[in-house]
């Protein structure tokens, strides 16, 4: 049973980053932007963590700086597509580039340092609870805050009146903008918020899951992120599902290997996405639905007519 | 939506494009200048494999100064995309090009096939051709020491084992490392879990972490991150770097690395090409050419493990000994080398089976 909860924690610690760049994503989707960048966001996070970390070896400044990180590449992404109008994905792109090229640069000099180990939940008597303690009151703290994240960002979508907005604006913004709701100010916010969590999801990596700075250690995890969100079908709650899903079987297929079982290393390296993918494109079969919850302004460009 | 996918993957193509293209950088200016060219799969700043391969191409800039020119490609994926960067490397005044990975041979040898005035390099794979040489290192002897020593201090038993691909190169690690563990403790198991890739870190210690929970204590890599070392570093436990030494990632956790020392192959055969003396080839070096290189061993080792691991190392050197030495069956229980007898290269190059002895399946 110990083998169980060691599988579950590795699945949610594995989950974790792509389930905050999701959430966020989902956010910017929604509003009707698509920004591809999520990895550069990403990358640029861990670094800013990292670095921010080394410099003052405080998590919650360490925190802030990746969050920031992450909404400066954003707002430089609304800048473009937002402001000036550029092809959202083409920036998007643009995006990732320079935020690889950035992180690299900028980490130059911080490769082979050691940020201090990052602090677990610990509550006495709930979290030494056998089998359960620590898969429920054991994690980084970091993991509670991912959950935290998809909570408020599936009840501000569907119950609160800024929630309603942002969605009209994602659904038709010259309505919304004929109503007098303010389009661009709402989508750079969206954006911002994408590349904040973005940007946490990545110092997750560099402060948690490593916790160490290579160049290019988010691996591909951003566009992963964005894959999420499309299959989840922009359900904050599928999207959850996906990156649990996604990452325990990663997990499982690891733990598995080590166990002996005999099945193929390059079917098992598959699985995670071919489950993942299966899933989210099962419960969200309804074409009719889909269509429904795809924003249509997706990626289009917002010029208010006066 | 399908459509918007399809712009997505055109996108991420062009990007990588233009990326390579910029790193490629505008072709030679002065011919006479000897132009070389390298292929990366990884970042140079992986601090393992690639990183390694780098210090190869600044050991030539340091020693050739005006005569050569350098070039790089780094995070070059192995697919069809290698054989365009390859390509360009080729078209761009390139006299020689080293391509660092086995993913690369066949972009590599379709190049070399194009380009016959062109002299290519490639890292660990088997294809040769006129102006196609290949060159490895015998890594399976460092792995030799590093079993020896994981034999003698693990507690529980049980090493684990990251594994990036189950090919000759790493399938020979592995059997290797086990062999020498099992020699001086027959109870030894070794647990292997294959991440299909070379480069992931968050992948690399979730790997790390499923071995620990399965009661591993210590760990090996062949996988090019630092990744599993930092692992063990925070759960106080030992591993051995790879490719590079991976101390300061791990400076408790770190027992030895095997470091690649490419340089003195780089060298001489950059000397080759100006000197207009430079032939096909293949070389397959180790410890004695020193290639292969054990990093400094960790305070933590007992005295008496590190003699054994020296003694080990110097036998390797001086060719007394050989980590694949009979009797050997493999893992089905089929005879594989008699008594005394040591593996021909051949059998080694296309390592394909776990000897006798380890768990769990080779992955086809």
Redesign the interface.
């Given at each position: 049973m110990d083998l169980v909860a060691n599988i579950l924690i590795g699945a949610m610690i594995s989950a974790t980053p792509l389930l905050l760049a999701a959430s966020g994503e989902l956010v910017t989707e929604r509003a009707g932007v698509l920004n591809l960048g999520v990895e550069g966001m990403m990358i640029v996070g861990a670094i800013a963590g990292f670095s921010a970390m080394i410099a003052t070896r405080s998590i919650p400044l360490a925190l802030l700086a990746a969050v920031a990180a992450g909404a400066v590449m954003a707002a430089l992404f609304g800048v473009l597509v937002l402001t000036l109008r550029a092809n959202q994905v083409a920036s998007g792109l643009a995006l990732t580039m320079f935020g690889l090229g950035l992180s690299a640069l900028w980490g130059q000099s911080y490769s082979g340092l050691s940020a201090p180990a990052f602090p677990h939940l610990y509550i006495p008597g709930l979290t030494d609870l056998p089998l359960v303690g620590e898969l429920l009151f054991g994690h980084d703290l970091l993991i509670y805050v991912s959950l935290a994240v998809v909570a408020l960002v599936a009840w501000v979508l569907r119950r609160t009146h800024i929630g309603l907005v942002l969605r009209a604006i994602g659904e038709n913004h010259d309505a919304a903008h004929a109503i007098g709701y303010p389009v661009i100010a709402f989508r750079y916010l969206a954006t911002m918020f994408g590349g904040a969590m973005a940007g946490l999801g990545g110092a997750y990596l560099s402060l948690v899951v490593t916790p160490l700075w290579v160049e290019r250690m988010t691996a591909g995890r951003g566009w992963i992120a964005l894959a999420l969100v499309v299959f989840a079908a922009w359900r904050p709650w599928r999207v959850l599902l996906g990156a649990y899903l996604f990452g325990g079987i990663t997990v499982l297929q690891l733990h598995s290997q080590a166990l002996g079982v005999k099945v193929d290393a390059q079917l098992l390296a598959m699985l995670p996405y071919v489950a993942t993918i299966a899933v989210l494109v099962l419960i969200s079969r309804d074409t009719m639905r889909l269509r429904l919850n795809a924003p249509a302004c997706l990626g289009k460009p917002f010029h208010a007519i006066t | 939506?399908l459509s918007?996918?399809g712009?997505?993957a055109a996108?991420?193509l062009?990007?990588a494009t233009?990326?390579a293209a910029l790193a490629v950088g505008p072709p030679a200016l002065a011919q006479s200048k000897t132009k070389v060219s390298f292929v990366y799969v990884?970042?140079?700043?992986?601090?393992g494999w690639s990183y390694q391969h780098h210090q190869g191409l600044l050991a030539i800039k340091a020693a050739f100064g005006d005569q050569v020119e350098t070039s790089y490609v780094e995070?070059v994926p192995e697919g069809p995309d290698a054989e365009r960067v390859v390509d360009q490397l080729a078209a761009t005044g390139s006299n020689i090009i080293f391509t660092t990975s086995f993913g690369f041979m066949n972009p590599t040898a379709k190049v070399a096939a194009r380009y016959p005035n062109v002299k290519f390099e490639h890292a660990t794979g088997f294809k040769q051709a006129p102006n196609l040489a290949t060159y490895d290192a015998r890594f399976y002897e460092g792995r030799h020491v590093i079993g020896l020593i994981a034999g003698k201090m693990t507690k529980t038993n049980i090493v684990?084992y990251i594994?990036s691909?189950?090919i000759p190169e790493v399938v020979m690690g592995i059997n290797s490392a086990f062999l020498a563990a099992k020699s001086v403790n027959p109870n030894v198991k070794f647990?292997?879990?294959?991440?299909?890739?070379w480069?992931?870190?968050?992948?690399e210690?979730?790997?790390a972490?499923?071995?620990v929970?399965?009661g591993a204590d210590i760990l090996m890599q062949h996988t090019d991150?630092?990744?599993p070392v930092?692992?063990a570093?925070?759960k106080g436990i030992y591993a051995f770097g790879q490719a590079s030494d991976m101390e300061?990632?791990g400076p408790n956790a770190q027992l030895t690395a095997i470091v690649d020392n490419w340089n003195p192959y780089y060298l001489r055969r950059v000397r080759e090409v100006i000197d207009g003396t430079w032939k096909s080839g293949a070389v397959w070096a180790g410890m004695k050419e020193g290639t292969v290189v054990m990093s400094p061993w960790s305070k933590k080792i007992p005295p008496d493990v590190v003699a054994l691991a020296e003694k080990a190392r110097e036998a390797i050197k001086a060719g007394t000994l050989h980590p694949f030495t009979g009797p050997i069956n493999k893992q089905d229980g089929t005879p594989w080398l008699k008594a005394g007898e040591t593996a021909p290269d051949k059998d080694l190059a296309s390592m394909n089976f776990y000897v006798e002895g380890m768990?769990?399946?080779l992955?086809?």
């Open positions: - | 939506m918007r996918l712009q997505c996108g991420v062009l990007a233009a990326a990884g970042p140079i700043g992986d601090h995070n684990g594994g691909f189950p647990k292997v879990v294959w991440v299909s890739t480069f992931d870190p968050g992948k210690a979730a790997a972490k499923t071995l929970d399965q991150s630092p990744a930092k692992y570093e925070e300061k990632f768990e769990g399946a992955p086809k």
